[in-house]
Every structure is written in structure tokens, then in C-alpha cells.
């Protein structure tokens, strides 16, 4: 009866072996963690439709939440300029951080805004 336990046992053991060398009992890799791209930030096709997605609908021509207005350009690049748009979105000391009352903009999208602040804010 020991015998035939033991036989089990290894048998177990020696298929458990080839399954781990085999990679079977791995379980499925998770997929990859996307970059954050702040290679080619643009005006146009990263900072306007961000901004539209999460800060105008409080900060536009019609309603200038906290006397900010992000409809344009230049109101932005204003608030870009002076600290104020960075300061907000990555809630600072000193600034009112953005959006109110809710949760903070995701890292790539402040670390994108942030990209276009330090090239100077330029409309393209």
C-alpha cells in the first residue's frame, strides 16, 4: 500500500515539474501597462481635446468657473503660463485643484499638459 502512495506521489510530483518547465501553470500575462506618449504634444490633437473632456464643461465662455475660461487658446495659454493650469491639475499647495471635488487627472494626461506648458504653450 506504502508503495503504491509513493508511486502517486512521485508520479504527481514529476508531472507538476514538466507542467511548471512548460509554463503551464503560469497564469496568462497580464497586458502591458501603456506608455504615457509626450513625445509630440500638440495644442490641437493632446492639450484641446483633454481639456474639453474634462476641465470645460465648468471653465468655458458661458460659465468661467473660478473666473478661468478654457474655451480658447489664448485663455489657455494664459493659465498655462502662469502656473496656474499645472498647479491645479496636479493639485499643488497653493492652487485650487482640478477638477473640483473630484479625483485627480490621470498621470499622463498632467505629465502631457506638462510637456506642452514647458515648450513654451504654442498653439499647433
Known amino acids: ?8 506521489l512521485s508520479a504527481g510530483l514529476v508531472f507538476s ?6 509554463g503551464e501553470d503560469q497564469v496568462a500575462d497580464a497586458p502591458p501597462t501603456p506608455t ?3 513625445a509630440n504634444v500638440t495644442y490641437t490633437l493632446t492639450v484641446a481635446p483633454l481639456l474639453q473632456k474634462s476641465c470645460t464643461s465648468c471653465h468655458n465662455s458661458n460659465f468661467a468657473s473660478g473666473g478661468v475660461n478654457l474655451s480658447t487658446y489664448a485663455r489657455v495659454r494664459t493659465v498655462a503660463l502662469n502656473g496656474r493650469l499645472i498647479g491645479s491639475v496636479n ?7 482640478m477638477p473640483k471635488g473630484g479625483t485627480k487627472l490621470p498621470d ?8 506642452w506648458v ?3 504653450a504654442i498653439e499647433n
Do not use: F
Not at 493639485?91 to 485643484?97: I, K, V
Not at 499622463?108 to 510637456?115: A, G, H, V
Open 1 to 8: 500500500m506504502y508503495s503504491k502512495l509513493l508511486l502517486l
Open 17 to 22: 515539474a514538466c507542467a511548471s518547465e512548460n
Open 36 to 38: 504615457c506618449n509626450t
Open 91 to 97: 493639485h499643488e499647495a497653493g492652487y485650487s485643484p
Open 108 to 115: 499622463c494626461d498632467i505629465s502631457q499638459l506638462r510637456k
Open 118 to 120: 514647458e515648450d513654451g
